[in-house]
């Protein structure tokens, strides 16, 4: 069919404006790929996605998933 389905992942970079806890790989939702890789503390994380087909990627952290020292969501 002459589709190639690219194989680089994306890294992604995530950043707070305080320190939060309790942010993991779980919290996020890819559509259209795999994270391949989490990394990170406090304000500042990186991800990697591989793609699963051709089109668009995309990669969100809903709301109320983690907090900062004080307990304030994101």
């Known amino acids: 069919n002459g ?11 995530i950043t707070f404006n ?5 942010f993991t790989q779980s919290d ?3 559509t259209n790929g795999a994270i391949s890789g989490f ?5 500042a994380f990186t991800v990697n ?3 699963s087909s051709e089109g668009t990627v995309t ?3 809903p ?5 900062d020292a004080q307990g304030n969501l994101n």
């Open 3 to 13: 589709v190639t389905i690219p194989t680089t992942p994306i890294t992604f970079t």
């Open 18 to 22: 305080e320190g939060v806890l309790g």
């Open 28 to 30: 996020l939702v890819v």
């Open 39 to 43: 990394s990170g503390s406090g304000m």
């Open 49 to 51: 996605v591989t793609p």
């Open 59 to 61: 990669l969100t952290l």
């Open 63 to 67: 709301a109320n998933t983690c907090a």
